[in-house]
């Protein structure tokens, strides 16, 4: 596909990918003292940045250098997205946009590619194809892979599998690491029409993992598991190997690779030799970073007390297998319900565990179908329950999760 002329203009995309994520749960209450404190360092910090910006715009604008210009956009929409400030969050992106657009018709690829990849979150695919597809003929990585994508779907262009795996091929080869990811994957599982070939999906996953970074583990994690158990003839079983990959995406604060390493310390497993504390330790970072598995497990830990590591707690095993149970963790949802049954951890509601029950037995779990059905035969008055609907989560990079 060719295009002339620079990429046509669309209305300001809201850049989602440099916004800041909140942590979850309210912040703690300040007292009147600390409200009046924040506010005299919230005008502080505004003076400061009003000068920095001030200083870094002339600097930018006056030099002529588009690669100053270019990162001054990007401070730019990085201070929006930290600022609570709704007008000054639309003052900055407003101007990261102008100057983005002014660089992107002078043929910034960089710039061609933050536009396009800010329409990209905002799903608005039309609009973005044209702005990476300018930034791909000028050899940017990550452009090609975002273009992979769109083939790959259809979205904003012609659904195109050879077209799509062209694009993951030139990214990859060009070391972008989320392309290695994806190229591996499509190899490992014979995907967009392609035959299954290990030795190529491995092949990608080692140079992947050979450029592994907190933001892109994945690589290290999926040879790992590959090298766990081996896929004979192709590729012979090394625990050792998978072992060492596991710690090195672990401590890249990989949660899925914490898991699994912790459980290697829990059961000594791939040769390692039964470790509670370091399964604890590891158990908890996975934790803490969201992965359900982890937190479920926590939550036994918890509940059953294992002195002098774990002292019985049922309100922290509550609420870690809370926390599993809403990313839709089955065995934590059926488990949540047993606790408001039997009031482990908070209080006694039938109500609520038939609620919990039945998310459980929609994602397929038969203790809590067995429960909900002896709840109505010990209920005969128990009204007809309506069965609740599993939202799956979708998106754009949902495929990229298999």
């Known amino acids: ?21 909140r942590p979850n749960g309210p912040p703690p209450k300040p007292n009147a003292a600390g409200n009046q404190q924040q506010q005299s360092g919230s005008k502080v910090s505004k003076v400061s940045l009003e000068k920095t910006l001030e200083m870094y715009r002339m600097n930018a604008l006056k030099s002529g250098d588009d690669r100053l210009r270019f990162d001054f956009a990007k401070y730019l929409l990085d201070e929006s997205g930290k600022t609570t400030d709704n007008a000054l969050k639309d003052k900055l992106s407003e101007e990261a946009f102008a100057l983005l657009k002014e660089l992107s018709k002078a043929g910034n690829p960089d710039a061609m590619f933050t536009l396009g990849q800010a329409y990209f979150e905002d799903t608005q695919y039309t609009l973005a194809h044209p702005q990476l597809l300018a930034a791909a003929k000028r050899s940017h990585p990550g452009a090609m892979y975002l273009l992979g ?5 259809g979205a904003g262009t012609k659904k195109s599998t050879k077209i799509s795996m062209d694009f993951y091929t030139k990214s990859a080869q060009a070391g972008y690491r989320p392309a290695l990811y994806r190229l591996g994957m499509i190899e490992y599982q014979g995907l967009l029409g392609t035959k299954r070939d290990v030795r190529k999906a491995v092949m990608w996953f080692k140079r992947g993992a050979a450029v592994a970074d907190t933001e892109h583990p994945e690589c290290l994690y999926e040879l790992a598991k590959i090298y766990e158990e081996g896929v004979p ?17 672990s401590e890249l604060e990989y949660p899925p690779a914490q898991n699994v390493l912790a459980s290697c310390y829990e059961f000594g497993r791939l040769g390692c030799a039964k470790d509670l504390v370091s399964a604890l330790y590891w158990y908890g970072r996975a934790a803490e970073h969201g992965h359900p598995e982890a937190q479920f497990v926590l939550a036994g830990w918890y509940l059953h007390g294992f002195p002098p590591l774990v002292p019985k707690n049922e309100s922290e095993a509550y609420a870690w297998t809370y926390r599993a149970a809403k990313q839709n963790h089955a065995e934590s949802q059926y488990a949540i319900g047993f606790f408001c049954e039997a009031g482990i951890g908070c209080q006694k509601s039938l109500e609520k565990a038939v609620v919990w029950y039945q998310l459980a037995s929609g994602r397929g779990e038969k203790r809590a179908e067995e429960r909900l059905r002896e709840l109505r035969e010990e209920n005969p008055g128990m009204p007809a329950l309506a069965p609740q609907v599993v939202k799956e989560g979708k998106g754009m990079f949902g495929f990229l999760k298999k």
């Open 149 to 153: 994508v769109l083939s790959e779907k």
């Open 1 to 21: 596909m060719e295009i002339s002329g620079p990429p046509p203009e669309g209305p300001k995309p809201t850049f989602r990918s440099y916004s800041v994520k």
């Open 233 to 249: 003839p192709h590729i012979q079983q090394d625990e050792g190997y998978a072992l060492g990959l596991y710690k090195e995406a």
